[in-house]
């Protein structure tokens, strides 16, 4: 979801995305951005772009993302991860130009 638009965004060529929350609070206690000494911008400039840009509440990701709906034997053969199909919806780069203006690339 977010790793995949700051690398499609030019941000840095690989990104990964760590989220933490806390029992009983929505939004994320911390937003750690680790770019493995690739990224255009630095990593803490992503993580509030991020910040700024998704809505992580659990609840906004559910709608976001639109897992409501069961898809288990689609992600049971070939992983989750990586896949075109337009049902996995955490795969789309739909951030991408928010990035962009946010972080001045």
């Given at each position: 979801?977010?790793g995949?638009?700051?690398?499609a965004?030019?941000?840095?060529?690989?990104?990964?995305?760590?989220?933490?929350?806390?029992?009983?609070?929505?939004?994320?206690?911390?937003?750690?951005?680790?770019?493995?000494?690739?990224?255009?911008?630095?990593?803490?400039?992503?993580?509030?772009?991020?910040?700024?840009?998704?809505?992580?509440?659990?609840?906004?990701?559910?709608?976001?993302?639109?897992?409501?709906?069961?898809i288990?034997?689609?992600?049971?053969?070939?992983g989750?991860?990586g896949?075109?199909?337009?049902?996995?919806?955490?795969e789309?780069?739909?951030k991408?130009?928010?990035?962009k203006?946010?972080?001045?690339?």
């Amino acid at each position: 979801m977010g790793g995949e638009n700051v690398v499609a965004s030019g941000a840095a060529s690989r990104c990964e995305v760590q989220v933490a929350y806390a029992i009983g609070i929505a939004r994320p206690m911390s937003i750690l951005v680790e770019t493995f000494g690739t990224e255009t911008v630095s990593p803490d400039s992503i993580a509030s772009a991020i910040s700024e840009i998704f809505d992580l509440r659990p609840a906004a990701i559910i709608d976001e993302l639109n897992l409501r709906r069961p898809i288990y034997a689609q992600t049971a053969a070939y992983g989750h991860f990586g896949r075109e199909e337009e049902s996995f919806t955490w795969e789309q780069l739909n951030k991408v130009d928010a990035l962009k203006s946010v972080l001045n690339i």
